[in-house]
């Protein structure tokens, strides 16, 4: 059974730091690989979609790495700004179109 | 294109109680899921459609849960006697063919 990983469980940075979250995950025979961001009481907001051909996307201060065959994926986020606080949660897919399996994401809170 | 969107958004019901929700995916999505999601949690998969044909259930699914996708638009998810257990965010999401999942804002279901 496939297991996500996302450490840290939780991080706390000042405005403007760069950061990486981290996201691993047992089986690497994967599809694709999606980030998205979750706002206290919010639906998913889908960040970025990495399949498993690709090694990296990139979406304005976003950047998603891949590694499949380590189990690996890191989310950069350059430049940090305090509306970037919310949780981030990493998910694969093992097939075409099927469901997702999800971390427990990490929890991000940039302070002023 | 409005997104997916997801009715009722909060549901306070009694133990032993039926619940209905529905999920409206974004139009010509052909592939429709339903995820839960307690606190602290990353969504777990409950089940997905493919048009009007549900493919594949969680067995998360008790037999209290079932879903529809009539002429494969909207879905509705019904849960029968409720139970505290059953609290949770219930999510959809819709995607086109295998590409990335988009999710609606969710229903909170609360069970007193």
Known sequence: ?112 | DTGVSQNPRHKITKRGQNVTFRCDPISEHNRLYWYRQTLGQGPEFLTYFQNEAQLEKSRLLSDRFSAERPKGSFSTLEIQRTEQGDSAMYLCASSLKADEQFFGPGTRLTVL
């Open chain 1, 1 to 112: 059974k496939q297991e996500v990983t996302q450490i840290p469980a939780a991080l706390s940075v000042p405005e403007g730091e760069n950061l990486v979250l981290n996201c691993s995950f047992t089986d690497s025979a994967i599809y694709n690989l999606q980030w998205f961001r979750q706002d206290p009481g919010k639906g998913l907001t889908s960040l970025l979609l990495i399949q498993s051909s690709q090694r990296e996307q990139t979406s304005g201060r976003l950047n998603a790495s891949l590694d499949k065959s380590s189990g690996r994926s890191t989310l950069y986020i350059a430049a940090s700004q305090p509306g970037d606080s919310a949780t981030y949660l990493c998910a694969v897919s093992e097939n075409s179109g099927y469901a997702l399996n999800f971390g427990k994401g990490t929890s991000l809170l940039v302070t002023p």
